[in-house]
C-alpha cells in the first residue's frame, strides 16, 4: 500500500500526470470529432433549408437531385461511421495498460488515508469544518474539501463502522451542499445524507434525532422502504423507552446517562489521566514538563573520551534526566541523510511488529510507516554514522542492528511501545543471540512541520523532530531488567513529511562498556 509513507505518495503524482495527458488527448480527438460532425449537421441543415424552400423546384434539378442522393448515401454513410466509431478506445487502452507499469493506490489505500485523516483529527482536536477549510491546526492550506471529498470521507468512515466519524463529516457534507446550489457534479442527494446521518445517530444513541432525520428524508422520498421502516422501529423504540420510564417512576429530572467508570481521586490532570489521554496531549504539546523539571537540564559540548571528538567535540543536549534521555545536535549530516533516503526508497516495506506470542512480524495500525535496513558495509557513509554512533553512545557496535530507515506518511505513527521485549515476549529477538535490545539511538532525518513528536507517556516528557539531531537513551537497568519508563511512541504527523533511523543496541559487548549491576540502578551511564 502507498498511504504509509509518503515517499510513495510523490509517485502518485507522476501517475496522475500521464493520466492528465491522456484525457487531454482523449477529450481533444472527442472535440475534433464532434467539430467534424457538427460542421456536417450545418451543411446538411444549409441544403435541406434550400431545397425546403421550393422542394419541386429542387428536386427537378438534375444537380440537386444528385447532390440529395449522395448526401443521404455515401456522404451519410460516413457521418454514421464515424458516429460508430469510438475515437476514445485507443485511450482506454493506454490506461488499461498504465495499470501494469504505474503506481495506482487502491481502496484499500483510500481507507487508510481516510482512517489517517480521521486519526489526526481526534489526536489533535481538529474541528471538521476548519479541515474542510483546509485549515490544520490553525495554519490555513492551500486544499479546500469539496461536499463531494466530505461525503465520501463520511461514507468511508461509515464503512469502517467508525459511526462518530460518519456524523460530523456527513453534517459537513451538508451544510456544503446547502452553501453550493448550483453544483451540477455533486455525486449525492441530500436523502442519501439523511440516511447517513439519522443510522449513524441511532448508532450514535440519540433515537429521536435519528426519527427526526427519517422523517426530513421522508418528505423528500415518501415512499423510501428502508426509510419507512426504520421510522417505525424508531418510533417502537421510543415508546419502548418511555414505558421504561414511566415503570421506573422516573420523572425525567435525571436524564445524564450514567457511567461506571472509576472516578478520578487525586490530582487528575496529573496522575489519573489514562496513557492515550497522555500520548495525545503530549502530541499536541499540551503536557509539558514544569520549570523545576527543566533547570536541571543542561547542553555541553561533550569528547566521550574519543579521540575523534576530541578533535570535534558533539553538542549534547539532556532531554530528560533519570531515565537520562540526551539529544546530540549535528549527528548526521544532510549529504549523509540524502544519501540514507536514496538508498531506502527503494526498499521499503511496510513497517511491522513482533506478535508477543507467536513471535511473528505481522503489520498493524497501531505502527504505520515504510522501512528499510541498511547494512554497516553497504557504504562508507554508513559505516561513518555507525561509528558516529559508537562514538556517541560509548557502546559496541557489533550487537547492533542494521540501520532502519523509517519515513512516515499521512497520519503516520507508532503507538506507544517499548523498545526491549519484555519477559513474556520469549521469541523476541529469537536467533540473534544477542541479548535485548539495551539502547535506542534514534537519528531524526527531517524536520516535521506540523506533529511527529515522539513522546514518553509515563515521562510526560516530548521530543519534536528536528533534521540532523538523535535522540539516546537506555532501555535496559544495569541489572538487564527493561525500564518501564522508557514506553515512548511516534505522534501521527499532521503536515510535513517525517524520516528517522533507528539504531538498536544489543545487550552482548556491553559488559565492560555498561557493567550489569544486581540493584536496578539507573544512574547515569558512561558517555
Ligand atoms: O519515530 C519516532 O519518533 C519513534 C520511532 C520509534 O519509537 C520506533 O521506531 O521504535
Ligand atoms: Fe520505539
Redesign the pocket.
Known amino acids: 500500500e502507498v498511504y504509509t509513507a509518503l515517499a510513495e505518495m510523490e509517485e502518485l503524482l507522476e501517475t496522475e500526470s500521464v493520466l492528465i495527458t491522456n484525457l487531454e488527448g482523449y477529450i481533444r480527438v472527442q472535440e475534433n470529432k464532434l467539430n467534424f460532425l457538427k460542421n456536417k449537421m450545418d451543411e446538411y441543415q444549409r441544403e435541406h433549408a434550400d431545397a425546403s424552400s421550393d422542394i419541386t423546384a429542387y428536386v427537378s434539378n438534375p444537380i440537386n437531385a444528385y447532390l440529395l442522393t449522395k448526401r443521404l448515401t455515401t456522404d451519410w454513410r460516413q457521418v454514421e461511421n464515424l458516429m460508430e466509431h469510438d475515437v476514445g478506445t485507443e485511450f482506454v487502452q493506454n490506461i488499461t495498460q498504465y495499470r501494469n507499469v504505474l503506481k495506482f493506490p487502491s481502496d484499500e489505500d483510500l481507507n487508510g488515508a481516510a482512517v489517517a485523516l480521521l486519526r489526526l483529527q481526534d489526536t489533535y482536536q481538529l474541528d471538521t469544518s476548519s479541515v474542510a477549510r483546509g485549515k490544520l491546526n490553525g495554519i490555513q492550506y492551500s486544499t479546500e474539501m469539496s461536499s463531494d471529498d466530505c461525503f465520501e470521507l463520511g461514507r468511508q468512515s461509515y464503512v469502517n463502522h467508525d459511526y462518530h466519524h460518519t456524523v460530523l463529516w456527513m453534517n459537513e457534507a451538508m451544510a456544503r451542499m446547502l452553501e453550493e446550489p448550483h453544483n451540477h457534479t455533486q455525486s449525492f442527494t441530500k436523502a442519501e445524507v439523511l440516511e447517513y446521518l439519522a443510522f449513524s445517530t441511532y448508532k450514535e444513541g440519540n433515537i429521536e434525532s435519528a426519527l427526526t432525520m427519517t422523517n426530513e428524508l421522508l418528505q423528500l422520498l415518501p415512499h423510501h422502504e428502508r426509510a419507512n421502516g426504520n421510522k417505525r422501529f424508531y418510533e417502537k423504540e421510543i415508546a419502548n423507552q418511555e414505558q421504561l420510564k414511566k415503570m421506573k417512576g422516573d420523572d425525567g429530572t435525571d436524564e445524564m446517562p450514567k457511567s461506571d467508570l472509576p472516578v478520578a481521586k487525586s490530582d487528575p490532570g496529573v496522575y489519573d489521566i489514562t496513557e492515550r489521554k497522555a500520548y495525545e496531549m503530549l502530541c499536541r504539546g499540551e503536557l509539558k514538563p514544569s520549570p523545576t523539571d527543566l533547570r536541571p537540564l543542561r547542553c555541553r559540548y561533550v569528547t566521550n573520551n574519543v579521540p575523534f571528538l576530541r578533535i570535534g567535540p558533539m553538542k549534547l543536549e539532556e532531554a530528560h534526566l533519570d531515565p537520562y534521555i540526551v539529544i546530540y545536535h549535528d549527528a548526521m549530516y544532510d549529504s549523509e541523510i540524502e544519501l540514507i533516503k536514496r538508498m531506502a526508497r527503494p526498499r521499503f516495506r511496510r513497517a511491522t511488529v513482533q506478535n508477543s506470542i507467536t513471535g511473528a512480524l505481522e503489520t498493524a495500525n497501531y505502527r504505520i510507516s515504510k522501512s528499510a535496513w541498511l547494512k554497516t558495509q553497504e557504504d562508507s557513509v554508513i559505516g561513518t554514522v555507525v561509528q558516529r554512533t559508537a562514538d556517541m553512545t560509548g557502546l559496541d557496535m557489533d550487537s547492533a542492528e542494521e540501520l532502519q530507515v523509517?519515513n512516515y506518511g499521512i497520519g503516520g505513527h507508532?503507538e506507544p511501545?517499548f523498545?526491549f521485549a519484555r519477559k513474556e515476549e520469549k521469541r523476541a529477538f529469537e536467533g540473534l543471540n544477542l541479548g535485548n535490545r539495551i539502547a535506542t539511538v534514534?537519528f531524526y532525518m527531517s524536520d516535521v512541520e506540523q506533529g511527529g513528536a515522539?513522546v514518553f507517556t509515563s515521562l510526560h516528557a516530548a521530543l519534536f523532530p528536528k533534521k540532523g539531531t538523535a535522540a539516546f537513551w537506555m532501555n535496559l537497568h544495569r541489572d538487564g531488567e527493561g525500564d518501564l519508563r522508557t514506553r515512548?511512541a511516534?505522534c501521527p504527523v499532521l503536515t510535513g513529511t517525517?524520516w528517522?533511523s533507528?539504531k538498536w543496541i544489543h545487550e552482548r559487548g556491553q559488559e565492560f562498556r555498561r557493567p550489569c549491576s544486581l540493584d536496578e540502578d539507573h544512574g547515569e551511564f558512561a558517555i
Do not use: F, R
Open positions: 523509517v507508532y511501545h523498545d534514534l515522539t515512548h511516534a517525517k528517522v533507528n
